[in-house]
C-alpha cells in the first residue's frame, strides 16, 4: 500500500555530512508521526529523531545538535542532515512514517571512516 524509498546514504569521512532522503509514495503532514532509526551490526535498532504530531520533536542524546529532521510535504519526502560525522554513527539507516498503520524504508547505508 505504502513505499518508502530512501537515499543518500554512503561514504564519508569524520566531521562530514550527508543528507538522507525518504520518499513516500503516499501524501504527508503535520498529522503524521515519523522518524529516522539506525541499527548497527550486532547492535539493537534505535531511534536517531522523530517527529510525532503537530510537531513535537526529539533526537537521541548521540545526535542532538548535529542531526536534523525535517520534512517537505509538497515533496511526500522527509529528510535527515547529519553533520560532524563520528565513526560511531556508521549503520543501517531506516526511515519511519505511520499514517493509520507504520511503514518502513529499505534502509540505506552509512559508512563514517577516515
Keep these: 500500500q505504502v513505499q518508502l524509498v530512501e537515499s ?6 569524520p ?8 520518499a513516500a509514495s503516499r501524501s504527508i503532514s503535520s498529522s503524521n508521526i515519523l522518524g529516522w532509526y539506525r541499527q548497527a551490526p550486532g547492535k539493537q535498532r534505535e531511534l536517531v529523531a522523530r517527529l510525532l504530531r503537530f510537531g513535537d520533536l526529539m533526537y537521541a542524546d548521540s545526535v542532538k545538535g548535529r542531526f536534523t529532521i525535517s520534512r517537505d510535504n509538497a515533496k511526500n519526502t522527509i529528510y535527515l542532515q547529519m553533520n560532524s560525522l ?6 543501517l539507516y531506516y526511515c519511519y512514517i505511520s ?6 524504508g529499505q534502509g540505506t ?4 571512516s577516515s
Design 8 to 13: 543518500g546514504g554512503g561514504l564519508v569521512q
Design 15 to 22: 566531521g562530514g555530512s550527508l543528507r538522507l532522503s525518504c
Design 86 to 91: 563520528k565513526p560511531e554513527d556508521t549503520a
Design 99 to 104: 499514517w493509520d498503520d507504520g511503514y518502513w
Design 109 to 112: 547505508q552509512v559508512t563514517v
